[in-house]
């Protein structure tokens, strides 16, 4: 097990930016990494023991998890939330104690940081001005289900794709990211589609010169054509 020293030495940057310990300085991190140990799992590594997460709790520092559910009846699945560097979880877990049946899949080889519930618990009781920051990313969490539910039900699948694209896009680069490898499978399951159609969609985009698609990778070429098209759909809700 690496020291807190050496975590904090090796994962800083990530950590500072992982908004529920906004504003702690390396003593504080040090202080709080004490409890915590590295751990690290394969690519496609697919997590159904949910005592795994009622009882530790994870900030990733590097790699990407999809926390997904599955249709006992239809084995649809759906991707509640792809999670990335800096996120965290089980929140839920966290703050109510109660078994959360979801389940976790590796996109890539991960890399994440691992506390004990109780000591995580036990370090809140004795610094309770970061429960503000656990509260304000839980309700954070919630606006976005939220929102995909309302997407789910009131909006269609290439409005669905679009906003999914441009939530994606770091705009200081117009660059994809975070979705921009993903199969067209998982992308589907993002937005509650089917493979094929979603290979439709993004056909249809590569054909107006908004994106370009190949081995797998979506690049942006337009975003100016991406903000038309959604504009263009909004309009007929």
């Known amino acids: 097990m690496a020291n807190t020293n ?35 799992w394969p690519r496609e590594s ?20 999809k926390m997904y559910n599955v249709d006992d009846f239809s084995e649809k699945e759906h991707t509640l939330f792809l999670l990335k560097k800096g996120d965290v979880f089980d929140l839920f877990c966290l703050l109510d104690g109660v078994q959360h049946q979801v389940y976790y899949e590796c996109i890539d080889p991960l890399k994440v940081l691992a506390v004990p519930m109780d000591d995580l618990r036990d370090w ?57 490898d993903l199969p067209n499978k998982e992308i589907a399951n993002l937005i509650g589609s089917t493979r094929a159609v979603v290979n439709r969609h993004l056909q249809k985009l590569k054909r107006n010169g908004s994106i370009k698609v190949s081995r797998n990778k979506v690049q942006i070429r337009d975003i100016s054509i991406l903000l038309k098209e959604l504009n263009n759909q909004n309009k007929k809700l």
């Open 46 to 65: 697919c997590f159904i023991n949910h005592q795994k997460f009622l009882f530790h709790f994870f900030i990733i520092v590097s790699g990407r998890v």
């Open 124 to 180: 809140l009781k004795k610094n309770p001005a970061y429960y503000q920051g656990f509260l304000s990313y839980a309700g954070k969490m919630m606006r976005m289900l939220e929102e995909n539910v309302s997407q789910l039900i009131f909006t269609d699948i290439s409005t669905r794709l679009l906003k999914l694209l441009l939530s994606n896009v770091d705009y200081s680069s117009n660059r994809l990211q975070h979705i921009n």
């Open 6 to 40: 050496e975590l904090y030495k090796k994962y800083g940057s990530t950590l500072n930016r992982c908004e529920l310990f906004q504003g702690m300085d390396e003593k504080q991190w040090n202080d709080l990494l004490n409890h915590f140990h590295e751990e690290e």
